[in-house]
């Protein structure tokens, strides 16, 4: 059986070659060059450890990526909560309400966020109707955290979803039979058991938060980059590899220790990764 | 309905506008008679469309990043139903190592794989061809197909394949005849998927394409960073339309999967 397992598993050789010569290898090529370029060193990331500015950079990327899982966690528990607890049939409409913005391309995603926000733009001629003054949102960090979290809602919900919809509706239903008020019965019963779809959308949504370059370059500001951003100013603007290849170093430990986080999470509450991934 | 429920809904509600409805601007904005972005929009012209189908920059564009990602659709689908088709038959510890290896390009941020790819291609002369284009395109879509037909498997009932087998078929016209079929709306999916993967790509495209070989969306990038230009919103709808319309056979053809099994 297992010569004729591993004639079937010749299979999968071509893919996992383009991934390995396609992606891993260029990858490897740009962390090295944070070692290599522009001589052997660690003058890159001597750079990364006292510059001012690319602190700056990596505080705020982080930040904006802690506050973009916050909000997207709160606008999609209730809507993960409808989907789970509705019939199918609502349940697949929704689904698609979800998925097809998950599909549609990012930029023109970002081009339509332009065109409501800015000065003369959809947002502020409805304010303006109502009296109000224009408000200054393009070239901020509300603009990058509105077109980041609009974008990042589908890897929130399904995970919630894939945990909720194995909720056994007895349960809540029990606290409240025994006398729990209906808030009490969502809070102590319903809600705990869902956490574990609430760790693992919010892990995948940092992880993927930390890598957002469309959107911040487009609604964002230049001067409030992000590490992606500053990542390719570096290399295609300062021709400087290797602090592009320090800071890609620095964002692949992020997404290690949270990916590392997500595994222990999954092994403790019990979640198949697998299944999450799947979902999406 | 009570009280509680009716105000889930309207907060859903509100939500799913807020996923959906923003990006719907772009129509309205595409047919703008004036040269300008302002809202609302002025008046009805096709002038912006005409544009974009007579400049040689946008078209050229447009028919690259058909090409490109009708090719990725096909090679990605190929090697990525080969792929789950392998794992699934070896189980255990290769398989999942396997598994979580496709899907690295799902995880890594793109820029870090863009600019690693630049270095590469720089050295292979790889940058601004097609060749280039489809390989990086290619694995970035793969994870894709090996997830929708991994899942389709999953369901698959084995013993049809052995019968074919008992029935005097070999190996390769039992997969062919029996096996593919099975999995064909796995497959469809994962094929309507690569293509959008590969037709809305900008970061890793950006990096690899030079003014010889570019696709929309890095003609649509460039755009939005120079002037305001309507046919860029002529272009934002065109990319749209294209990719709903992937995106609703790709969501359908799983759908189907559900009926037969």
């Given at each position: 059986m297992s010569t004729k397992q591993s004639r079937t598993a010749v299979l999968a050789w071509p893919a996992l070659l383009l991934v390995a010569l396609g992606f891993i290898v260029p990858v490897a090529i740009i962390l090295v060059m944070s070692v290599t370029d522009p001589q052997p060193g660690t003058q890159n990331f001597e750079w990364l450890a006292t510059n001012s500015t690319a602190h700056d950079i990596m505080w705020r990327t982080i930040y904006i990526a802690v506050l973009a899982t916050l909000i997207t966690a709160v606008l999609a528990y209730p809507f993960a909560y409808l989907m789970a607890t509705s019939s199918t049939l609502v349940r697949s409409i929704l689904m698609v309400v979800v998925l097809l913005p998950f599909w549609t391309s990012m930029m023109v995603r970002a081009f339509a966020w332009i065109i409501i926000l800015q000065k003369n733009g959809l947002l502020n001629t409805v304010l303006g109707a109502f009296g109000i003054e224009p408000l200054t949102i393009l070239g901020t960090n509300t603009a990058v955290l509105i077109g980041m979290c609009q974008i990042l809602m589908p890897f929130m919900v399904l995970p919630m979803v894939s945990v909720m919809v194995g909720i056994d509706s007895r349960l809540p239903l029990a606290a409240r039979i025994m006398g729990a008020p209906k808030w009490k019965a969502f809070l102590q019963v319903y809600f705990p058991l869902s956490l574990p779809g609430v760790f693992a959308g919010s892990l995948i949504v940092f992880i993927l938060s930390l890598g957002f370059y469309v959107t911040p370059a487009l609604l964002g500001s230049p001067r409030q980059q992000l590490i992606p951003n500053a990542l390719f100013t570096q290399v295609l603007e300062l021709l400087s590899w290797g602090k592009g290849g320090a800071l890609a170093v620095a964002t692949l430990v992020m997404v290690g220790a949270v990916f590392l986080l997500l595994f222990l999470v999954a092994k403790v509450m019990g979640i198949k990764i697998g299944k999450i991934g799947g979902g999406l | 309905m009570n009280k509680s429920r009716v105000t889930l809904w309207a907060a859903c509600v509100f939500i799913g506008l807020w996923l959906i409805?923003?990006?719907?601007?772009?129509i309205p904005m595409s047919f703008n008679e004036q040269r300008s972005l302002a809202f609302p929009p002025k008046g009805f012209s096709l002038r912006w469309f005409e544009n974009f189908f007579s400049d040689a920059q946008w078209l050229g564009g447009f028919l690259n990043s058909v090409q490109i990602a009708l090719l990725t659709a096909v090679l990605a689908t190929v090697l990525g139903t080969l792929a789950a088709y392998g794992l699934f038959k070896v189980k255990g510890i290769r398989e999942s190592i396997g598994r979580n290896f496709l899907i690295i390009p799902m995880i890594i941020p793109s820029v870090i794989f863009g600019v690693g790819l630049y270095s590469l291609f720089l050295r292979l002369g790889l940058v601004g061809t097609l060749p280039g284009f489809l390989i990086a395109h290619t694995a970035l879509a793969v994870p894709y197909v090996v997830v929708t037909v991994g899942s389709t498997l999953a369901a698959y009932n084995v013993s049809l394949e052995r019968a074919a087998w008992v029935c005097g078929a070999n190996k390769f016209r039992a997969f062919i005849g029996v096996t593919v079929p099975m999995l064909m709306p796995g497959i469809l999916s994962g094929a309507f998927f690569a293509f959008i993967t590969s037709f809305d790509e900008v970061v890793v495209s950006m990096f690899i394409s030079s003014p010889y070989l570019q696709t929309l969306p890095v003609t649509m990038f460039a755009g939005m960073q120079r002037e305001v230009d309507p046919t860029i919103a002529a272009a934002a709808t065109l990319i749209m339309i294209t990719t709903t319309a992937a995106a609703i056979g790709g969501i359908l053809s799983q759908h189907l999967k559900r009926k037969r099994t």
């Amino acid at each position: 059986m297992s010569t004729k397992q591993s004639r079937t598993a010749v299979l999968a050789w071509p893919a996992l070659l383009l991934v390995a010569l396609g992606f891993i290898v260029p990858v490897a090529i740009i962390l090295v060059m944070s070692v290599t370029d522009p001589q052997p060193g660690t003058q890159n990331f001597e750079w990364l450890a006292t510059n001012s500015t690319a602190h700056d950079i990596m505080w705020r990327t982080i930040y904006i990526a802690v506050l973009a899982t916050l909000i997207t966690a709160v606008l999609a528990y209730p809507f993960a909560y409808l989907m789970a607890t509705s019939s199918t049939l609502v349940r697949s409409i929704l689904m698609v309400v979800v998925l097809l913005p998950f599909w549609t391309s990012m930029m023109v995603r970002a081009f339509a966020w332009i065109i409501i926000l800015q000065k003369n733009g959809l947002l502020n001629t409805v304010l303006g109707a109502f009296g109000i003054e224009p408000l200054t949102i393009l070239g901020t960090n509300t603009a990058v955290l509105i077109g980041m979290c609009q974008i990042l809602m589908p890897f929130m919900v399904l995970p919630m979803v894939s945990v909720m919809v194995g909720i056994d509706s007895r349960l809540p239903l029990a606290a409240r039979i025994m006398g729990a008020p209906k808030w009490k019965a969502f809070l102590q019963v319903y809600f705990p058991l869902s956490l574990p779809g609430v760790f693992a959308g919010s892990l995948i949504v940092f992880i993927l938060s930390l890598g957002f370059y469309v959107t911040p370059a487009l609604l964002g500001s230049p001067r409030q980059q992000l590490i992606p951003n500053a990542l390719f100013t570096q290399v295609l603007e300062l021709l400087s590899w290797g602090k592009g290849g320090a800071l890609a170093v620095a964002t692949l430990v992020m997404v290690g220790a949270v990916f590392l986080l997500l595994f222990l999470v999954a092994k403790v509450m019990g979640i198949k990764i697998g299944k999450i991934g799947g979902g999406l | 309905m009570n009280k509680s429920r009716v105000t889930l809904w309207a907060a859903c509600v509100f939500i799913g506008l807020w996923l959906i409805a923003p990006t719907l601007i772009v129509i309205p904005m595409s047919f703008n008679e004036q040269r300008s972005l302002a809202f609302p929009p002025k008046g009805f012209s096709l002038r912006w469309f005409e544009n974009f189908f007579s400049d040689a920059q946008w078209l050229g564009g447009f028919l690259n990043s058909v090409q490109i990602a009708l090719l990725t659709a096909v090679l990605a689908t190929v090697l990525g139903t080969l792929a789950a088709y392998g794992l699934f038959k070896v189980k255990g510890i290769r398989e999942s190592i396997g598994r979580n290896f496709l899907i690295i390009p799902m995880i890594i941020p793109s820029v870090i794989f863009g600019v690693g790819l630049y270095s590469l291609f720089l050295r292979l002369g790889l940058v601004g061809t097609l060749p280039g284009f489809l390989i990086a395109h290619t694995a970035l879509a793969v994870p894709y197909v090996v997830v929708t037909v991994g899942s389709t498997l999953a369901a698959y009932n084995v013993s049809l394949e052995r019968a074919a087998w008992v029935c005097g078929a070999n190996k390769f016209r039992a997969f062919i005849g029996v096996t593919v079929p099975m999995l064909m709306p796995g497959i469809l999916s994962g094929a309507f998927f690569a293509f959008i993967t590969s037709f809305d790509e900008v970061v890793v495209s950006m990096f690899i394409s030079s003014p010889y070989l570019q696709t929309l969306p890095v003609t649509m990038f460039a755009g939005m960073q120079r002037e305001v230009d309507p046919t860029i919103a002529a272009a934002a709808t065109l990319i749209m339309i294209t990719t709903t319309a992937a995106a609703i056979g790709g969501i359908l053809s799983q759908h189907l999967k559900r009926k037969r099994t």
